[in-house]
C-alpha cells in the first residue's frame, strides 16, 4: 500500500505533538471525545430531517475500550462517521481554521498555554500514541475505511469490512520511558478521572467497562471482581449547573475551547430566567479586542441550543449590535429543535430573550463599572469604541441603554476615564453645559487655545479623541438636563458679560477691517472676529452652527465625501494679543500687507487645529515674503 504524505502544515503540527515535552499530554482523550460527540451531534442534526438515519437522540454513545495486551485504547463512537475523502481531508490535514498559525506563533511563550487552552484536535493522539489506526463507516456509504500511520513519515487508506455507521479510533499507547509513564492511559481508574475533569458535560454517555469488587450473591463477607459498563459522565452541560458549582478555570477552558480565545474572560454572566422566556444563558466579556472586531468580518452572536442541542452556531438575533463583543450561549426548552433560520427571525420567543439577556448585559456592566472600576476600564478600552457607535447609530434611539456606559478621558488631574454623570457631579458654579473638545489626542486638544482658556477658568473639559465622539453627543443631546457645547466652536462660551462687551465693542469698531479680510480670504471662512477666550495665543478657529471643524474633519476622510462637509469656520483672533492692533494699522497703511496676514494667521489656525493648510507654497512665500 502506498504511504501517502501528509499536508506541510499538518507535519509541523505532528512534529510537534510527537516530540512534545508538553506535560498536560492527558488532553488527548479530551480531544478525541470532543470529535466524537460532533460526529453524534452531526449525525443527530441529520436525523431531525431525515428519516432514514433511524436513531434516536438516546441511541447515541461514545466507548472507551482497553486491551492492556495490546497496549491500545479504543475510543469510538456511532455518530456520523468519515467517507474515504473525509479521512484524507480531515485526518491529513489540519483543520483550516486559522488557529494553527496562532498556535504556532505563540507555542512557547510565557503564560500562553496553547495546547492547553485550545486543543489541537485528533493530532494530540500522538503524544501518547505511536501508531494511530482510524476504522470509520460514514452515514449513507456502502463501505467503510481505515486510516493509518505512525507519525511523521505519512499515512495509508484502505477498505474496512466495519459494518456499522461511525468511528473507531485505536490508539497503539507509546512504551514506558524513564520521564513518562504512558501505561497510565490504559488504567480505567485513571481514564474515568480523565473524562470527569475534562468531559463530564460532553451530552452522550461516555461508556467503559469498569471493574468493580461486588459482595458475592449468597455471601455476607465474600467479594468477587464483577465486570460492568458504566457512563462515565454526568452529562449535565457547564452551563445548567449552578454558577457556585462550576470553578472559574471550568468556565476559562470552556470558552477558550469553544471561543478560540487564548486569554481568559473578563468576565462570567449567568442568567436563569422563568417565565415568558424560560432559558439559560452563559455570557462572556472578552479581555481585549478580537483582531477583527471593527471589520465587516467578525459576526456578532450566541451559540443556540434546545434543551442541550445545538441549533445555531452564531444566532445573531441574540445580541444588539453595541454589545456584539459579548459570546455565550443560550439554551431554551421554549425552540424547537428543527427551527429555520427564517422562522427564528419572527420568533416571538426569541425576541423576548433578546431583550432580556440585553437588559442583564446593560445590568452586568453597570455592576462593573460601580464595583470592579479598573475591569471596566479594560473591558471600556476594547469595546468603548463599540457602544459609543451604538449611541449614535439607529438616530439615537439606544441612548438609554448606553447613556451610563460610555465614559471619556476629561482635563480634571490625571485625565482619568469619567461616565457623563460622573462628569455632572463636579460641575462648575453656574455651569449648565457639559464642556468638551475634539482631536486626535489629549496632547493636541490641549494645545489648543480654547481649550487652555476653559481650563485657566477652572472648567473640567471632556476630551473626544474618537472621530465618533462628537457626534454620539450630538446624537445624545442632553444628558441629565446639560446640554454639550464645544469649547472650541463657540469661543464666546466662557466669556464674562463684561468680556463679552468689549469683545463686540471691538468687533463693532473694526467692522470693516475685519470684513476686509474675511473678503481676502474668500469662502474658507464664514466670518473673521475678535475673541476674549485665547488666552495669550494669536488665533484658533471655531464654528457656527452644526457642524464643528472637528466634525467636517472626519466627514472629509470617509471615502467618497468628495470635500463636501464644510463647517461654518471663523478665524478667532485675539483681541488682547498685541496683533489685533497691528492689524487695525494695517487696515489704514497698508491693505495689501493685511491681505496677506490674513493668509498667514489662518493658515496658522488650521494647522493649530490639527488641519493641513490648502497651499503650503504660498504659505511659505508669505512668510518669507514679510521676513
Ligand atoms: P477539529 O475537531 O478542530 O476540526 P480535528 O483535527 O480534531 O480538528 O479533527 C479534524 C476533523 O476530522 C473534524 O473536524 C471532523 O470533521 C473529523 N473527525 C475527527 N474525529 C471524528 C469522528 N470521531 N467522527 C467523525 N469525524 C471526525
Known amino acids: 500500500m502506498k504511504k501517502k504524505q501528509f499536508k506541510t502544515e499538518s507535519q509541523k ?59 491500545t485504547l479504543t475510543v469510538s463512537d456511532n455518530g456520523c462517521g468519515m467517507t474515504e475523502d473525509d479521512l484524507e481531508n480531515n485526518l ?39 501508531k494511530i489506526t482510524v476504522t470509520s463507516k460514514a452515514f449513507g456509504e456502502d463501505k467503510a ?21 461511525g468511528t473507531d479510533i485505536v490508539l497503539h499507547i507509546k512504551p514506558d520511558t524513564e520521564d513518562e509513564k504512558y501505561s497510565e492511559y490504559l488504567e480505567s481508574f485513571r481514564l474515568q478521572s480523565l473524562v470527569k475533569k475534562y468531559s463530564d458535560y460532553i451530552r452522550y454517555p461516555i461508556k467503559m467497562e469498569v471493574e468493580n469488587e461486588k459482595l458475592k450473591e449468597g455471601t455476607k463477607d465474600e467479594y468477587e471482581t464483577v465486570k460492568e459498563v458504566e457512563t462515565l459522565n454526568s452529562m449535565v452541560p457547564l452551563w445548567k449547573k449552578n454558577q457556585a458549582d462550576v470553578t472559574a478555570e471550568e468556565y476559562n477552558r470552556f470558552y477558550s475551547e469553544k471561543f478560540f480565545d487564548y486569554e481568559a474572560p473578563i468576565k462570567v454572566v449567568t442568567q436563569k430566567s422563568e417565565g415568558t422566556a424560560t432559558y439559560t444563558a452563559l455570557l462572556f466579556f472578552p479581555a481585549h479586542t478580537p483582531f477583527n472586531y471593527y471589520t465587516k468580518e467578525y459576526e456578532k452572536g450566541l451559540e443556540l441550543y434546545s434543551g442541550g442541542v445545538m441549533i445555531m452556531e452564531k444566532c445573531a438575533d441574540l445580541l444588539p449590535d453595541y454589545f456584539s463583543f459579548v459570546k455565550g450561549l443560550v439554551d431554551s426548552s421554549d425552540l424547537s429543535l428543527n427551527i429555520s433560520r427564517e422562522m427564528l427571525q419572527h420568533d416571538r420567543q426569541l425576541k423576548v430573550m433578546a431583550k432580556a439577556i440585553e437588559k442583564k448585559i446593560k445590568s452586568e456592566l453597570e455592576k462593573m463599572q460601580k464595583d470592579d472600576r479598573e475591569n471596566y476600564e479594560k473591558l471600556f478600552g476594547a469595546f468603548g469604541l463599540q457602544l459609543k457607535y451604538g449611541l449614535y447609530a439607529d438616530y439615537g434611539m439606544h441612548k438609554d441603554v448606553l447613556k451610563d456606559l460610555v465614559m471619556f478621558k476629561t482635563s480634571a488631574e490625571g485625565n482619568k476615564l469619567k461616565t457623563l454623570k460622573e462628569y455632572t457631579e463636579t460641575l462648575k458654579e453656574g455651569q449648565t453645559s457639559i464642556l468638551y473638545a475634539a482631536g486626535e489626542s489629549i496632547e493636541k486638544i490641549d494645545r489648543l487655545p480654547q481649550v487652555e482658556n476653559a481650563k485657566a477658568r477652572g472648567y473640567e473639559v471632556l476630551y473626544l479623541t474618537d472621530d465618533i465622539d462628537e457626534f454620539a453627543l450630538k446624537m445624545l443631546g442632553k444628558y441629565d438636563d446639560k446640554d454639550f457645547k464645544n469649547v472650541t466652536a463657540d469661543a464666546s462660551l466662557l466669556e464674562t458679560e463684561e468680556e463679552k462687551k468689549a469683545v463686540e465693542d471691538d468687533n463693532k469698531a473694526a467692522e470693516e477691517m475685519l470684513k ?28 457656527e452652527g452644526e457642524l464643528s471643524v472637528e466634525m467636517e474633519k472626519t466627514l472629509n476622510k470617509m471615502p467618497g465625501s468628495d470635500g463636501m462637509a464644510k463647517a461654518q469656520t471663523v478665524l478667532e483672533i485675539n483681541r488682547e494679543h498685541p496683533i489685533a492692533e497691528k492689524l487695525k494699522a494695517l487696515y489704514e497703511s497698508d491693505k495689501d500687507k493685511l491681505a496677506s496676514y490674513a493668509k498667514i494667521l489662518f493658515a496658522e489656525a488650521r494647522l493649530i487645529n490639527g488641519l493641513s493648510i490648502d497651499n503650503p507654497t504660498e504659505f511659505a512665500d508669505l512668510v518669507a515674503g514679510l521676513m
Open 13 to 71: 503540527l505532528l512534529d510537534m505533538m510527537i516530540n512534545s515535552i508538553y506535560t498536560h499530554k492527558e488532553i488527548f482523550l479530551r480531544e478525541l471525545i470532543s470529535n466524537a460527540s460532533d460526529a453524534c451531534d452531526k449525525l443527530y442534526f441529520r436525523s431531525l430531517t431525515d428519516s432514514t438515519v433511524g436513531m434516536a437522540q438516546g441511541d447515541y454513545e461514545i466507548r472507551l475500550t482497553v486491551d492492556k495486551e495490546e497496549r
Open 92 to 130: 491529513g490535514t489540519i483543520a483550516k481554521s486559522g488557529s494553527f498559525d496562532f498556535k504556532r506563533e505563540n507555542a512557547g511563550k510565557d503564560g500562553v498555554d496553547i495546547i492547553g487552552q485550545f486543543g489541537v484536535g485528533f493530532y494530540s493522539a500522538f503524544m501518547v500514541a505511536d
Open 145 to 165: 475505511h481505515v486510516w493509518e500511520s505512525e507519525g511523521i513519515d505519512g499515512y495509508t487508506v484502505s477498505e474496512s469490512d466495519k459494518d456499522t455507521v
Open 516 to 543: 476686509y479680510m474675511k473678503e481676502q480670504l474668500g469662502d474658507k471662512v464664514f466670518a473673521v472676529r475678535f475673541s476674549a477666550s485665547l488666552k495669550d495665543h494669536p488665533v484658533s478657529l471655531s464654528s
